[in-house]
């Protein structure tokens, strides 16, 4: 350990917990992760779509959505909900969501993001050399579209992609199909973005962790954090059921119960809980070669582990797992409809999957230092990005922590510009 190693203590052991202790190990720091569930148990990215997309680089929060979200409350199947509910924080996340979702919010973002994703795609590249099988596919992703109207804004998004660097081509049914002769697709045409991966995220947390551990990471699982102390500006430590951890900085990753761990901080951080199925096919009647979405429907489909995943569903809610079976049974009818060879008794029997993206209103993470407290830094806020995004922001992380330049660190991820 060098003299500038610091103890640094992670609080929550998701993908961007695991992300920031690994790359803060390599820095040579001392470093304890406290995640109050067994390991991986309750991570997000364990039933996520496993895409590692660039393609993404507009956010949630993007023109168009509010109107699109308030069509869709009324359909119980559809993909996007907001739960309606009398509660501040909500209405508080949404002001700032309508506020975000304009034209120029979306053109200063996505440059962001986009920096930020590429930055974690050559990372990935760099995790796979050293973790080993992560079920990486460098084979690109294809946005399916059923109409022409999607495959024309598709198109328009494949343009705007090109404009900042990130190869996209429009295609034919035909051409998509040439493309991934493995499965039969319903479609009019679609988009691929050649730069986008694929990976299976249960074995990139099981590889993650083990890695940690042999670096000399400790993980604590089952230390369910109930206070942060401070003391003039600092944190002081961290309590759970095992008693006081003490550290010298402190990294926040809570996911989406990130403002509930920082109560009593003065700290603002607006986040709503983006809740996601998926159903893992294990036997699928077909196996893609590339991972998709299936536009019109909003479903992400992967193929995982020899078998098919497909998740899909963004719920704004407070955080619950319960399971909307008709929400299900909407990423079961798209399924059906884009690739004809899976029918509805296919997914009897399996056992939906959910999860809680933490989403922030503009659709940025919160990347930074607090400004209140030095000796906390904050990375949260991912939504659907979290798992593509996770070798960047750690990256971030560990260069903040040891006094270096980071790369592709927005100003716009400040996690006190909603206060
Ligand atoms: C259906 C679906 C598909 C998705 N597909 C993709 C995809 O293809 N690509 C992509 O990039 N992203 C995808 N995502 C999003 C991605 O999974 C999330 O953005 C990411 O997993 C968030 O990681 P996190 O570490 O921030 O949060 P989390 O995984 O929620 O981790 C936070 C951790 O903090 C712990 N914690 C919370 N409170 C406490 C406490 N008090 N004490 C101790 N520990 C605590 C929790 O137990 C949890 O383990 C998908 C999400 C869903 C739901």
Request: one cysteine or more; hydrophobic letters at 40%; proline letters at 7%.
């Amino acid at each position: 350990m060098s003299s500038s190693s610091q103890h640094i203590a992670i609080l929550g052991g998701g993908i961007i917990g695991l992300s920031s202790a690994y790359y803060l190990l390599q820095r040579g720091h001392r470093v304890t992760v406290l995640e109050r569930g067994v390991p991986a148990h309750d991570s997000c990215a364990l039933g996520s779509a496993g895409m590692i997309c660039p393609s993404h680089f507009i956010p949630l929060a993007a023109p168009g959505m509010v109107a699109l979200g308030l069509k869709w409350m009324l359909n119980p199947e559809s993909p996007f909900y907001i739960k309606p509910r009398l509660n501040l924080d909500l209405m508080k996340w949404g002001w700032h969501f309508m506020r975000a979702a304009n034209a120029k919010h979306v053109a200063a973002a996505s440059i962001a993001l986009r920096d930020l994703s590429l930055l974690s795609r050559k990372l990935y590249l760099g995790l796979e050399a050293d973790l080993g099988d992560i079920g990486l596919m460098k084979r690109g992703m294809l946005m399916l579209c059923q109409t022409p109207h999607a495959l024309e804004e598709e198109s328009a998004t494949a343009a705007k992609a090109r404009e900042l660097g990130i190869p996209a081509e429009s295609l034919t049914a035909a051409q998509v199909a040439a493309l991934d002769p493995h499965i039969a697709m319903q479609v009019h045409g679609g988009v691929y973005f050649p730069q986008d991966c694929h990976l299976n995220p249960t074995a990139l947390m099981a590889a993650l962790t083990r890695r940690i551990q042999e670096m000399g990471g400790e993980i604590r699982y089952g230390f369910d954090l109930k206070k942060i102390a401070t003391q003039n500006s600092q944190v002081t430590g961290v309590t759970g059921p095992s008693g006081e951890i003490r550290a010298d900085q402190y990294v926040l990753c809570g996911g989406t119960w990130s403002p509930e761990l920082a109560r009593g901080l003065k700290l603002s951080l607006p986040m709503q809980a983006g809740k996601g199925y998926s159903l893992s096919l294990p036997h699928p009647p077909a196996v893609a070669e590339i991972c998709s979405i299936l536009v019109e429907a909003r479903v992400a489909v992967t193929p995982m582990a020899g078998g098919m995943r497909f998740g899909g569903t963004m719920e704004i809610t407070n955080p619950n797992s319960t399971i909307n079976p008709r929400r299900i049974a909407g990423i079961v009818k798209s399924a059906t409809r884009y690739f004809p060879q899976f029918k509805a008794s296919d997914f009897e029997g399996i056992q939906p999957w959910s999860g809680l993206r933490p989403c922030s209103p503009d659709g940025l993470p919160y990347l930074g230092r607090s400004g209140h407290y030095p000796n906390l830094t904050i990375a949260t806020g991912h939504a659907m990005l979290g798992l593509s995004l996770a070798p960047a922001t750690g990256q971030i992380i560990a260069d903040l922590l040891s006094g270096a330049s980071p790369e592709a660190l927005s100003p716009m991820f400040r996690p006190d510009r909603f206060l």
